[in-house]
C-alpha cells in the first residue's frame, strides 16, 4: 500500500454514484479532466481523463445495449457508477456505466494522460512512449491492468479501479472539443465524442476534431 498513500485519493475521495446517475452525455462531458485510479498488487497508476463516448440508452444504434439485455453487456442497465468492461478484438475496453439502473447508457473511457506509475505502465504496454500509453481505450486497459474481472466493479467504492476530482474541476468550456465518435460503424450523425484541446494524449485522426 505505499503507492497508494503518496497518491491524492486520500485527499479526494472517489465519484458518488450521484456523480454517474445523469444524462450520459453530460457525465461524458464532465469526466474529462478526472483522475482515473487503479490499485492493483504491483502498486497503483493513475492518469488524467482526455477523451470520452457517450453511449445512449435509445437512439443509438451503436449502443451495446441496443438489441437488448444480455450476458455480456448486464452492466450497462446498472446501477449508475459501476464498470462496463468488453473486450474487441480480444482487447479490453473500459466505460462507466450512467442514468438509473435499467437505463443502459454508458461513458466509453478513450485516452488517459499517464501521471502516477508510469514505469508499471511501460512494463505492462513493452514501451517506453508514454505519449502512446493510454492513448485508445484498449492500450488504456493494458497500461491500467484492466480486464473483464472489473467488468460491473463499483466505481464509488475508491479500490481497486476508481475515479476523482482532479485539482483543476472544472474545466472551461473553450478546452473542450466535440465530434462524432471513433470507429463505430453505424449513428455516425451523432457527435457524442469529447476529448482535451491540444492535448497529446488524446486519440484518434485530427480531422475528428471540431
Known sequence: MPDLLRTDSLVE?????DFYDRDVVQVARELLGKRLYRHSRDGVVAGRIVETEAYLATGDSACHAARGRTRKNVSMFGPPGRAYVYSIHARWCLNAVTQPRGVPSAVLIRAVQPLLGIGRMQRRRKSQRTVDLARGPSRLCEAFQIDRRLDGWD???????????????????????NSPRIGVTSALDLCLRFYLRDNHYVSGPKRLRI
Do not use: F, M, V
Not at 475521495?13 to 454514484?17: E, G, R, S
Not at 466505481?155 to 472539443?177: A, M
Open 13 to 17: 475521495p472517489p465519484l458518488p454514484p
Open 155 to 177: 466505481l464509488s467504492r475508491g479500490q481497486r479501479l476508481w475515479l476523482t476530482h482532479d485539482p483543476d474541476d472544472p474545466l472551461p468550456d473553450h478546452c473542450i472539443g
